[in-house]
């Protein structure tokens, strides 16, 4: 089946620059999606999501980037802070998806050098 | 507000025993779901419930059944361990009003299989 692919790589970056998370998504069905932030020993905690009726969301220090032309996502992190090292996913549904089953990808981590 | 509870925390089995996982919710959200999530690889779906009195395989259901108790308790129940399901599982809920919105995780309960 169709998922949402992220490589599983480890980004480190230094404390005050900003991130960038990358995700692609293959499902072109796909109308909503979620970016996770997981810490060690915690479950996935909802950071911010969008809906393909938008290009760019922003939250508190974060925005998500959404390009259908190219099934991509992205999240930026402004400032980043050793609290936001982690593990980030981006998951994915469809309207269409009876009981709104997500799709997951397979995480980056976020090392955040003091 | 507890948001979704997960137990027990932490679960030793041996081949063949049998194990109940509980989660509840106190969100009044109508939808649950259960993942597991294994090293290197994101969640995947094994059994969800749109609302109360139903419930539907997720993506990888072999070896697991599920009871939706009431609107507050989804649980997981493994008849026959068997190694391969040592994974950390986690319960999700998400509320069904105004167009899509994110499940919200429980802290997960890691079990081991010997």
């Known amino acids: 089946g169709e998922s949402v692919g992220l490589h599983l790589p480890t980004l480190s970056v230094q404390e005050g620059d900003n991130s960038i998370i990358n995700c692609a998504y293959s499902?072109?069905?796909?109308?909503?999606f979620i970016w996770y932030k997981q810490e060690s020993g915690k479950g996935p905690q909802f950071i911010i999501d969008?809906?393909?009726?938008?290009d760019k969301r922003q939250g508190q220090r974060v925005t998500v980037l959404l390009n259908k032309t190219v099934k991509h996502l992205s999240l930026q992190i402004a400032a980043t802070q050793p609290g936001d090292s982690a593990v980030y996913f981006c998951?994915?549904?469809?309207?269409?998806?009876?009981?709104?089953?997500?799709?997951f990808g397979g995480g980056t981590r976020l090392m955040v050098k003091p | 507000n507890a948001g979704v509870t997960q137990t027990p925390k932490f679960q030793v089995l041996k081949t063949g025993q049998s194990m109940t996982l509980q989660c509840a919710q106190d969100?009044?959200?109508?939808?649950m779901y259960w993942y597991r999530q294994d090293p290197g690889m994101g969640l995947r779906l094994i059994y969800y419930?749109?609302?109360?009195?139903?419930?539907d395989k997720g993506e990888v259901p072999n070896g697991y059944n599920v009871s939706r108790l009431n609107k507050r308790e989804f649980s997981l129940r493994l008849e026959s361990a068997a190694p391969s399901q040592t994974s950390v599982y986690f319960c999700?809920?998400?509320?069904?009003?105004?167009?899509?919105?994110?499940?919200?995780f429980g802290d997960g309960t890691r079990l081991s299989i010997l």
């Open positions: 969100m009044n959200h109508n939808s």
């Open positions: 419930s749109a609302s109360e009195g139903t419930t």
């Open positions: 999700a809920s998400r509320t069904t009003g105004g167009g899509n919105q994110p499940q919200h």
């Open positions: 499902n072109s069905a796909s109308d909503y």
């Open positions: 998951a994915e549904t469809s309207s269409w998806n009876a009981g709104n089953m997500l799709t």
């Open positions: 969008i809906r393909s009726n938008m």
